[in-house]
């Protein structure tokens, strides 16, 4: 018999206890099922990662059996395609440093700085608009960025540095500090957003102006996000491919100069994959390498993120 046919006077405690305990079973039942599907979908994507870790790691390995680890991050020539191979990744890991350092010079005052003013002066209705219209700027495809570096940012370059080279540094790195600002300026703006109002009241009371108690107090409080932020976006900046494959050039020169065009890692990696170099040779194994010290370099930038986060982080009740 149905609960619904059972009268509520006719309902037994023992009749009662039972219709209960079949009534929260299924839906104990049904919660198990949700985990285990949420279980099985955060194993697929640990597995994806340990996956990508093991081929480089494999690969990584059998190129080190033929490169030194010492030729390896100490050469200064990378010409692995070339008749005359040298494995020195230092060009190449300069390249990518030089650039993303660019982008930060780029994208952290510009980021900063609209997220102090977006978390602190900018109007509810001012606000509504701009962050929507900053955060397009994360939706246009990095392969954009790189047209707009080499036909728009490169020849107004020129203009000034008349000794600049068609593919360059600068040119890329200008165009992927644009690309980060989203991502400076959504998190900073979210660190700010969280120091408590009580703060700003408190020094607004001892007769604070707005901009003081951005410098003094909002900043300082909201210091670990801000600077975790800087740190994303560097690791974001150090792992962007199609902006240096076509603004920056693919000359593995060990130069500093922003204006000469050099190769980054991500840019090599793209160079090789593009189907002449045959499976299993050395030269096929060097993507893997560059990707493994890439990885490396991706993954202790977001430790110490994490780290500066839990180090500096302030908690308010």
């Given at each position: 018999m149905s609960e619904q046919a059972l009268p509520g006077a006719l309902m037994t405690p023992k009749v009662a206890a039972e219709l209960k305990t079949r009534r929260f079973g299924g839906r104990a039942l049904k919660e198990q099922a949700i985990s285990a599907v949420l279980f099985v979908l955060a194993?697929?994507?640990?597995?994806?990662?340990?996956?990508?870790?093991?081929?480089?790691?494999?690969?990584?390995?059998?190129?080190?059996?033929?490169?030194?680890?010492?030729?390896?991050?100490?050469?200064?020539?990378w010409t692995p395609?070339?008749?005359?191979?040298?494995?020195?990744?230092?060009p190449i890991l300069n390249a990518t440093v030089l650039i993303a350092g660019i982008a930060l010079l780029v994208a952290v005052p510009f980021g900063l700085g609209?997220?102090?003013?977006?978390?602190?002066?900018?109007?509810?209705?001012?606000?509504?608009?701009l962050k929507p219209t900053l955060e397009v700027l994360a939706g246009v495809p990095t392969v954009v960025y790189?047209?707009?570096?080499?036909?728009f940012l490169t020849p107004?370059?020129?203009?000034?540095?008349?000794?600049?080279?068609?593919?360059?540094?600068?040119?890329a790195g200008v165009a992927m500090g644009i690309m980060i600002i989203p991502l400076v300026a959504s998190l900073s703006e979210d660190?700010?957003?969280?120091?408590?109002?009580?703060?700003?009241?408190?020094?607004?009371?001892?007769g604070a102006t707005?901009?003081?108690?951005?410098?003094?107090v909002t900043i300082p409080a909201?210091?670990?996000?801000?600077?975790?932020?800087?740190?994303l976006a560097m690791s974001r900046a150090v792992g962007e491919t199609m902006i240096v494959a076509i603004a920056a050039g693919n000359s593995p020169n060990l130069i500093f100069n922003p204006l000469q065009g050099m190769q980054t890692m991500t840019a090599y990696i793209v160079q090789v994959s593009l189907g002449d170099t045959p499976r299993g040779t050395i030269e096929y194994q060097t993507i893997f390498a560059v990707g493994l010290t890439l990885f490396f370099m991706t993954l202790g930038l977001n430790l110490v993120s994490r780290w500066v986060v839990r180090r500096f982080r302030e908690q308010y009740e």
């Open positions: 194993l697929v994507s640990i597995l994806t990662t340990f996956g990508i870790v093991f081929v480089l790691f494999e690969e990584s390995f059998r190129f080190f059996r033929e490169v030194s680890l010492i030729e390896f991050f100490t050469g200064t020539r395609l070339f008749a005359s191979k040298s494995f020195g990744v230092l609209s997220a102090i003013y977006l978390a602190e002066f900018a109007p509810r209705r001012v606000r509504s608009v790189g047209y707009f570096a080499l036909q107004m370059f020129r203009k000034v540095f008349p000794e600049m080279q068609v593919f360059n540094a600068l040119s660190a700010l957003s969280a120091v408590p109002r009580s703060l700003r009241d408190a020094a607004a009371g001892v707005d901009m003081e108690t951005v410098v003094s909201a210091l670990s996000g801000i600077v975790a932020s800087f740190i």
